[in-house]
């Protein structure tokens, strides 16, 4: 369908932005990329008075490293990110979730923030900004807050962001030497959005799991953290009865969503393997990086 | 709102309000009708057009994003009423049936070999994968892009 009658605003810089949504607040959807509000106003799920551009605010995008965090502009694209040898060097997690969304042309308008901010429970970003405890940074007209990941996904498509506040820049940790990852998922068709999604990093120390992170996609209404899985893995060696037993914790108190797709005893079944999958992808390249 | 861009290397302007997609802008206020709406909300592909020379659905951009840039759409892939490799391959291949989908087969397909003019087999259905056809079942359009592919690197 036809996008519904909407005002616009394109603000040049982050503190005309801020200004805007202090104005019109739950009035007002942010669009940065629009890979997912354009879709949501032509299907009349969302029905934003104004529409907030900010497109033009170039210095939210951009990927820099220091201090053992890397720092993502909000507006940088996905296929930006992709391309950015810091994030395949010192991310790996990151790197290997990118290629994953979408399409091609999605990634190419898609943003880093967006896709956070949108919180889309079945996509791969808020899985592993979960994962990896990435800090969320927005802006306001009374200034800056950093959330840690974990409190930033609120429920379906929603966040604790407030309406008057901007997402400005995502952090993730540097992974730790050692660190193994992978981003194991099903999906009906490349590209499409994951059946169920899993986010998985490693970090091996003489050869015993010093550090290990699981997190889910499409199987709440929220990306979905398996602390007890990732309890049980540290100080153990890697072994496939040890990832048998952490695929057996991760996904005991799952519920997932019953969908045309899968029921929802499909999608524990499918976490559960993922788990395994996941874990030996993880351990298995963790050597590579030093 | 006013726009201004490059559409197919001509400045062209016009007028639109902010809720007009570029695919409409397009098809609507530039006439250039070969870029085709199937979905209307970024799951087809048919609307593939270049921006700025990268493959970007035009009914999930606002024309006013436009502004500025430079837009390539399946009309300006011919030179002098020749058809660009990729769109000789594919009619060579017998890419298209009903050809609905095909501007936006083309477009995809255009963007990946410029930047990946090594692609084989398994990377071509990956790329392509975003586009949905009814007809074809896929086969004729990913043979017409292997073709393209290897008359490129023959130059």
């Known amino acids: ?290 | 709102m006013d726009i201004t861009l490059r559409v197919n290397g001509a400045t062209r302007t016009g007028s639109a309000e902010p809720r007009k997609t570029l695919a409409d802008f397009l098809r609507e206020d530039l006439d250039l009708t070969g870029t085709h709406l199937g979905c209307e909300h970024g799951v087809c592909g048919a609307c593939t057009v270049l921006v700025d020379g990268r493959a970007v659905r035009s009914c999930l951009m606002l024309a006013v994003q436009a502004a500025g840039s430079e837009v390539t759409t399946i009309e300006g892939l011919a030179r002098d009423g020749e058809m660009s490799t990729v769109q000789q391959a594919m009619w060579d291949s017998h890419s298209f049936q009903c050809g609905f989908c095909t501007p936006g087969f083309v477009m995809q397909a255009t963007a990946f070999l410029s930047a990946h003019p090594d692609a084989d087999e398994q990377q071509i259905r990956e790329a392509l994968s975003g586009n949905i056809c009814r007809c074809t079942g896929y086969q004729s359009i990913i043979d017409g892009v292997l073709l393209a592919a290897e008359r490129n690197r023959q130059g």
């Not at chain 1, 996509?123 to 930033?152: F, M, Q």
């Not at chain 1, 893995?233 to 496939?240: D, H, I, Y």
Request: aromatic share 4%; glycine share 8%.
């Open chain 1, 1 to 290: 369908m036809k996008l519904p009658a909407v005002e616009y605003e394109a603000p040049e810089t982050v503190a005309e932005a801020v200004d805007l949504l202090a104005e019109h607040e739950d009035e007002a959807s942010v669009l940065a990329g629009g890979q997912s509000l354009i879709p949501l106003l032509a299907l009349r799920l969302a029905r934003p008075a104004t529409l907030i551009d900010i497109n033009g605010l170039h210095e939210l995008s951009g990927v820099s490293a220091s201090n053992g965090w890397v720092a993502v502009g909000a507006m940088t694209r996905e296929y930006v990110a992709e391309d950015s040898t810091v994030i395949a060097d010192t991310v790996p997690l990151l790197a290997a979730a990118l290629p994953l969304i979408g399409h091609e042309a999605i990634r190419n308008r898609g943003t880093i923030g967006g896709s956070l901010a949108h919180a889309d429970p079945s996509a791969e970003l808020p899985a592993v900004a979960l994962a990896l405890d990435a800090e969320l940074v927005v802006r306001s007209r009374s200034g800056e807050r950093v959330i840690p990941a974990a409190s930033w996904f609120e429920g379906f498509l929603a966040t604790t962001r407030g309406a008057d506040e901007l997402l400005v820049e995502v952090r993730f940790p540097r992974a730790a030497l050692g660190t193994g990852v992978s981003f194991t998922e099903v999906a009906r068709r490349h590209g499409d959005f994951a059946i169920v999604g899993l986010a998985a990093s490693v970090t091996l120390s003489d050869g015993a799991i010093s550090d290990a992170r699981l997190a889910f996609c499409g199987v709440s209404d929220v990306p979905v953290r398996a602390a007890e899985a990732e309890d049980l893995l540290v100080g153990e060696g890697p072994s496939a009865s040890l990832f048998e037993e952490a695929a057996r914790l991760a996904t005991a108190d799952l519920d997932p969503p019953a969908d045309l797709h899968g029921s929802s005893e499909y999608r524990k079944q499918v976490a559960a393997t993922l788990v395994r999958r996941g874990l030996h992808a993880a351990v298995g390249n963790a050597d590579e990086r030093r």
